[in-house]
């Protein structure tokens, strides 16, 4: 996965929770990790380093030892990682991203959890998908590291969904382009969580329906299918998807193929789901961000409910 920046526009603060207290994360760092971030900042030079591209942007100040405990491939040319951080002070929100930190190499990678913040509470472990680039910290990812490897971790970012359970429901539309999806995904499976919580207890907050729009090159470079189609059938009053391919060249399964559409996610599509109610959440490549974000506001959409987020 590219390293992510976060470009967001001001968001509602509560159910969408632009702003970080930072004076609630401030906790004290081990000098070693201390000196490893010191170290890194320091080396990492170039323009497109995350370190540089997401400077102004709010991250927590605590930096956690993590370690490897899973890897496998997600697609052909994406890796999906497991991490162990048995720090209870690393915390964070669904849609944040990570400063990843790995002895022996200077430039800080920067990636986003895909995985839903409930999964850290009971099993302390959260989930990237990271895809094979020449950046450093992708090339140590799928060319070196192995179980127990150990990293440091640090959250930041701006664009995330955390809602409370007095907030007004909030209906969602999710918009993906290729490893877009990993905060995407997270915010999904945060949803769905908290619809389950809901159900179980009565009680909490009422999520609205969720449409996610997820496009890639093919079926193969659709990461997480499985788990997003889990979801659709768990939740089918809840949760829908459409999955857009824009150079299939392969047949399609016959168990995607209801949810497949050849070309790109169009105007159309988006727009049918405007609502007073809703909120979009946008991550893909750049062209498509700056498209969507611009159509959703001339369609008098308030810049408040229009959170995105840019990857390179």
Same mark, same amino acid.
């Given at each position: 996965?590219?390293? *992510?920046?976060?470009? *967001?526009? *001001?968001?509602?603060?509560?159910?969408?929770?632009?702003?970080?207290?930072? *004076?609630?994360? %401030?906790?004290?760092?081990?000098?070693?990790?201390? @000196?490893?971030?010191?170290?890194?900042?320091?080396?990492?030079?170039?323009?497109?380093? @995350?370190?540089?591209?997401?400077?102004?942007?709010?991250?927590?100040?605590?930096?956690?030892?993590?370690?490897?405990?899973?890897?496998?491939?997600?697609?052909?040319?994406?890796?999906?990682?497991?991490?162990?951080?048995?720090?209870?002070?690393?915390?964070?929100?669904?849609?944040?991203?990570?400063?990843?930190?790995?002895?022996?190499?200077?430039?800080?990678?920067?990636?986003?959890?895909?995985?839903?913040?409930?999964?850290?509470?009971?099993?302390?472990?959260?989930?990237?998908?990271?895809? $094979?680039?020449? $950046?450093?910290?992708? %090339?140590?990812?799928?060319?070196?590291?192995?179980?127990?490897? !150990?990293?440091?971790?640090? =959250?930041?970012?701006?664009?995330?969904?955390?809602?409370?359970?007095?907030?007004?429901?909030?209906? %969602?539309?999710?918009?993906?382009?290729?490893?877009?999806?990993?905060?995407? &995904?997270?915010?999904?499976?945060?949803?769905?969580?908290?619809?389950?919580?809901?159900?179980?207890?009565?009680?909490?907050?009422?999520?609205?329906?969720?449409?996610?729009?997820?496009?890639?090159?093919?079926?193969?470079?659709? &990461?997480?299918?499985?788990?997003?189609?889990? &979801? =659709?059938?768990?939740?089918? !009053?809840?949760?829908?998807?459409?999955? @857009?391919?824009?150079?299939?060249?392969?047949?399609?399964?016959?168990?995607?193929?209801?949810?497949?559409?050849?070309?790109?996610?169009?105007?159309?599509?988006?727009?049918?789901?405007?609502?007073? !109610?809703? &909120?979009?959440?946008?991550?893909?490549?750049?062209?498509?961000?700056?498209?969507?974000?611009?159509?959703?506001?001339?369609? $008098?959409?308030?810049?408040?409910?229009?959170?995105?987020?840019?990857?390179?």
């Amino acid at each position: 996965m590219a390293c *992510a920046a976060v470009l *967001a526009p *001001a968001m509602l603060r509560g159910s969408v929770g632009a702003v970080c207290t930072q *004076a609630a994360l %401030l906790r004290a760092t081990p000098n070693a990790l201390r @000196h490893l971030t010191l170290t890194s900042i320091m080396k990492s030079r170039r323009k497109t380093d @995350h370190l540089e591209r997401t400077a102004n942007v709010l991250r927590h100040e605590v930096v956690s030892a993590a370690k490897v405990c899973g890897a496998a491939p997600e697609s052909p040319s994406v890796k999906r990682l497991r991490l162990l951080v048995a720090d209870t002070d690393f915390t964070f929100k669904a849609g944040q991203w990570i400063d990843f930190f790995i002895p022996g190499v200077s430039v800080v990678g920067g990636f986003s959890i895909c995985s839903s913040p409930r999964l850290l509470e009971q099993e302390r472990i959260i989930e990237l998908a990271v895809k $094979h680039t020449n $950046h450093p910290p992708a %090339l140590w990812i799928h060319n070196q590291c192995t179980l127990d490897s !150990e990293v440091a971790v640090r =959250v930041g970012g701006e664009f995330y969904f955390d809602p409370q359970p007095a907030d007004a429901s909030r209906n %969602l539309v999710l918009i993906a382009g290729g490893v877009g999806i990993n905060p995407l &995904l997270s915010i999904l499976r945060h949803s769905a969580d908290l619809h389950r919580e809901r159900a179980n207890k009565g009680s909490g907050y009422e999520i609205g329906t969720i449409k996610l729009f997820y496009s890639a090159k093919n079926t193969s470079e659709l &990461l997480f299918k499985k788990n997003i189609l889990d &979801l =659709v059938n768990e939740f089918p !009053e809840k949760i829908a998807c459409s999955l @857009h391919v824009t150079k299939q060249t392969t047949q399609i399964s016959a168990e995607l193929k209801p949810y497949i559409t050849e070309g790109r996610i169009t105007e159309k599509e988006i727009r049918d789901h405007i609502s007073k !109610e809703t &909120l979009f959440y946008i991550c893909g490549p750049p062209p498509m961000t700056d498209f969507f974000s611009k159509q959703l506001a001339n369609s $008098h959409v308030p810049k408040e409910h229009i959170c995105f987020e840019k990857w390179w």
